[in-house]
C-alpha cells in the first residue's frame, strides 16, 4: 500500500513523497509553521468553537495559496490616503464547493479570501454495502466550464468522495480543479493522482497512513505534534 511504502513520522516533510506521485500538484502554506500550530491547537481542544475557528483560520492560509496564480485584474479601492490599485481575482471565474457536511465547517475561510465567490454544494455520503461514496445533493454554479472549481473538505482519506466529487465538477463542464484539506492520507493523494492528475492540491498537513478499523472504515492517524 501507499502507506506502507512511503510510511515516515508525522513531523517529517512529505515534499519528496509528494514529488513522486506523477502528475499531482501539492502545494502546503507559505507559513506551515502557523499552519502546525494552529492544527495542533484544534486537534488538542474539545471545543467545537475553537475548533471551528482554528479550521477556518488555516483554511484562509490554503486558500490565498490556491488563488495565488489565478489570473486577476486591477481595482481601484478607495482608502484614507486616496484611491489605491489593487490586484482582484475575479469572482465570476470562481466557484467554491464544500462537501456536505464537513466541508461546510472549512468555508468561512475561504470565503474571507473569496467573499464574491458562488458556493456550489455536492452531498455525498458513504454506501455501507460497497463502501463507496453515493451522491444525494449536487447544486452547481451556473457556466462551470468557465469557472475554477475550489474544491473544500478538511479531511482526505482514502479520496472516495474526492475523486466522485471531481468526476461530477469535470462532468459539469469544470476545467481546472483545485482542492483544499486539511490533513491527507498518501493513500488519498495517491487515488486523486491516479485518477485526476491534473489537479492541484493545497493542504496543512500530510498524515503518515490509514488505519483499518471496524467495517473497513478508514481514518487517519494523527499523532499530536510536540
Known amino acids: 500500500s501507499v502507506g506502507s511504502k512511503y510510511g515516515a513520522q508525522h513531523s517529517q516533510d512529505w515534499t519528496s513523497m509528494c514529488a513522486h506521485i506523477p502528475g499531482l500538484k501539492v502545494v502546503f502554506p507559505a ?15 474539545t471545543d467545537p468553537v475553537l475548533f471551528r475557528q482554528l479550521a477556518s483560520e488555516i483554511a484562509a492560509m490554503l486558500a490565498y495559496e490556491a488563488t495565488r496564480e489565478m489570473p486577476v485584474e486591477t ?36 470565503q474571507a479570501m473569496l467573499p464574491a465567490a458562488a458556493v456550489s454544494v ?3 455520503r458513504r454506501n455501507e454495502v460497497t463502501h463507496q461514496p453515493e451522491t444525494y445533493y449536487e447544486r452547481l454554479a451556473d457556466n462551470m466550464g468557465e469557472r475554477t472549481a475550489i474544491l473544500i473538505d478538511p479531511m482526505l482519506a482514502t479520496g472516495g468522495s474526492a475523486v466522485a466529487a471531481i468526476d461530477m465538477l469535470k ?3 469544470c476545467r481546472q480543479v483545485k482542492c483544499l484539506f486539511l490533513v491527507a492520507a498518501p493513500e488519498g493523494l495517491a487515488a486523486l493522482a491516479a485518477a485526476h492528475p491534473d489537479i492541484e492540491v493545497y493542504l496543512a498537513a500530510i498524515d503518515e497512513r490509514l488505519d483499518a478499523w471496524k467495517d473497513e ?8 505534534g510536540p
Request: glycine residues 12%; charged residues 10%; without cysteine.
Open 31 to 45: 507559513t506551515p509553521y502557523d499552519a502546525k500550530g494552529l492544527m495542533n491547537a484544534a486537534l488538542v481542544g
Open 75 to 110: 481595482r481601484s479601492v478607495p482608502t484614507w490616503a486616496g484611491p489605491l490599485d489593487v490586484a482582484h481575482v475575479r469572482a465570476e471565474k470562481v466557484t467554491l464547493v464544500p462537501i456536505l457536511r464537513a466541508g461546510l465547517g472549512f468555508l468561512p475561510g475561504v
Open 122 to 124: 455536492i452531498g455525498l
Open 171 to 173: 462532468a459539469a463542464g
Open 217 to 224: 472504515v478508514l481514518f487517519p492517524v494523527m499523532p499530536p
